[in-house]
């Protein structure tokens, strides 16, 4: 049975790497709404509905949140560990895309709950199948549970 397809929320402090996101998002047929916020504060703010994004009908709860771990203000780490903290988010599928394959980010974001750690790479193409790869994977092989 086929639901409605997620809201996604990408958390990602460059704009040139946001942009790409999206293309590569669009260019596979993701159908799904993207949200895009530029540190971790918003990143919270928009989780909890505070500030600007208060409003619970014009940013919708996501059910995949794309996170970056380089982030002004509230870094990516620290991001994961709160929402997956918290109860009501706790079920949320995280990944991780980053630059970063350092073995010391890897191991904290696993540790902090993500669902999946994906290597941003420098090369369009080369993003494009991570984009394809993640879009099977999460939109036909994974089963979410009801919010």
Not at 48 to 74: C, M, N, S, T, W
């Amino acid at each position: 049975m086929q639901g409605k397809p997620v809201d996604i929320l990408l958390v990602e402090d460059n704009p040139d790497h946001a942009e790409l996101t999206i293309k590569a998002l669009n260019q596979n047929n993701v159908l799904n709404e993207v949200y895009v916020v530029n540190d971790g504060q918003e990143a919270l703010d928009f989780m909890y509905h505070q500030g600007k994004y208060a409003d619970e009908k014009d940013f919708p709860r996501p059910g995949l949140i794309l996170l970056d771990i380089k982030l002004p203000k509230v870094d990516g780490i620290e991001v994961l560990k709160q929402l997956k903290d918290d109860p009501q988010f706790k079920s949320i599928p995280v990944i991780m895309l980053t630059t970063s394959d350092r073995d010391e980010e890897i191991a904290k974001s696993y540790a902090g709950g993500a669902n999946s750690y994906v290597v941003k790479p420098m090369d369009f193409e080369e993003f494009m199948k991570k984009v394809r790869e993640l879009k099977l994977y999460w939109t036909i092989t994974n089963s979410l549970p009801k919010a």
